[in-house]
């Protein structure tokens, strides 16, 4: 892939804070390609391209090493978040990727949490199910990321080894404002907390967006 190996692709690190103390205990690693011409392209046009020819997994194993890099040698133990592409999920080596860049790096798997979408972990079941179960026997955390969005009903989000939900920031950005959104985003809190899970809300961006979450002691 010459953009990576011409050094063009960048990991940028979004904190992940308490909402009711504000303090950070976390970084999502986020990929961001500069192409000499076109500038910045969104993930939304590299990615998919990336999966279709084949690159995902190259890309993907470059993202997770630059950050458990990265994480390994901050002076706190904060934990670093890594998206992992439907792609990467489906290949039966991604488990041994994640064992020897934890190794090389000296990354403890305890702060290490993968994150896979909701619309992609479902539908091919069996398979990703195998696969998550590897990771999380390792230490690894596991992270359904854009909840809300897809079909999930609370008996199948029980069947798999998610340690957090991520709830979809098209829910967050209209609060307290839209009750509908005010509402979902107090189910899947409820729902969340009834399985012991950790739930974080994206895009959180206003004060009244942050009190609205603090009432559900989020």
Request: charged content about 25%; proline content about 5%; hydrophobic content about 40%.
């Amino acid at each position: 892939m010459q953009a990576l190996n011409k050094g063009e692709f960048r990991v940028y690190y979004q904190p992940i804070a308490d909402t009711m103390n504000g303090e950070i205990y976390g970084y999502e690693a986020l990929v961001r390609w500069f192409h000499p011409l076109r500038g910045s392209v969104p993930p939304t046009e590299f990615i998919p391209v990336a999966e279709k020819i084949g690159l995902i997994n190259q890309l993907g194993e470059w993202v997770l090493r630059t950050a458990c890099e990265a994480a390994a040698s901050w002076s706190s133990p904060l934990k670093v978040s890594v998206n992992v592409s439907p792609v990467q999920l489906m290949n039966s080596s991604l488990t041994d990727t994640v064992v020897t860049i934890l190794r090389t790096t000296g990354l403890d798997p305890y702060r290490l949490d993968l994150e896979i979408t909701e619309s992609d972990v479902f539908n091919e079941n069996t398979r990703s199910l195998e696969i998550l179960s590897q990771l999380r026997e390792l230490g690894v955390q596991i992270s359904i990321d854009d909840f809300g969005t897809g079909y999930s009903s609370l008996s199948r989000l029980s069947y798999f080894p998610f340690d957090k939900i991520k709830i979809d920031r098209s829910f967050v950005i209209n609060i307290p404002d839209q009750k509908d959104d005010l509402d979902i985003v107090r189910l899947i809190i409820s729902m969340g907390k009834s399985l012991h899970m950790r739930i974080v809300a994206e895009g959180v961006e206003t004060e009244e967006q942050l009190e609205s979450l603090r009432k559900f002691r989020l």
